[in-house]
């Protein structure tokens, strides 16, 4: 399934502005998936470290989305960081429980696979 690119730098902004207000509210959940803890461990990056690169993602942090979830849970977006020369593959999603509550979720935080691109950078 291809990945999408929006045209209008506004979604993400938004997405970012809704994902991080969620994290500061404590409605987040980070995936404890192998890749994802290994990453953490390689690296030598804390939860806290982690949440702060999540909350210090910016629109030229942007790779994709919002891309159609396989399993139906809600769209995901990805975003790609570099730390300590390493590119981080992060996908992100905004949950919305069928009470209408939402929760921020970190599906993955792990070593990228491929080289990701990023349409907003500029430099």
């Known amino acids: 399934m291809p990945l999408t690119v929006v045209n209008d730098i506004g979604d993400v902004i938004r997405f970012l502005r809704d ?3 969620l994290m500061q509210e404590g409605r987040y959940l980070f995936r404890k998936h192998y890749k994802n803890i290994q990453t ?3 690296l030598g990056i804390t939860y806290g ?3 702060d690169t999540l909350l210090s993602l910016k629109v030229c942090d942007y790779s994709s989305g919002p891309n159609n979830d396989e399993y ?5 977006w990805i975003f790609g960081k570099v730390i300590d020369n390493v590119e981080i ?5 905004i949950f919305i ?3 209408g509550n939402e929760q921020a979720v ?3 935080f ?3 696979e491929y080289a990701l691109g990023y349409p907003f950078k500029t430099d």
């Open 110 to 112: 792990h070593t990228a």
């Open 49 to 51: 470290m982690r949440d």
């Open 97 to 99: 429980y069928s009470d």
């Open 89 to 93: 593959y992060i996908k992100l999603q």
């Open 40 to 42: 953490l461990i390689d």
């Open 72 to 76: 139906g849970k809600a769209d995901y």
């Open 106 to 108: 970190c599906i993955s």
């Open 19 to 21: 994902f991080k207000a």
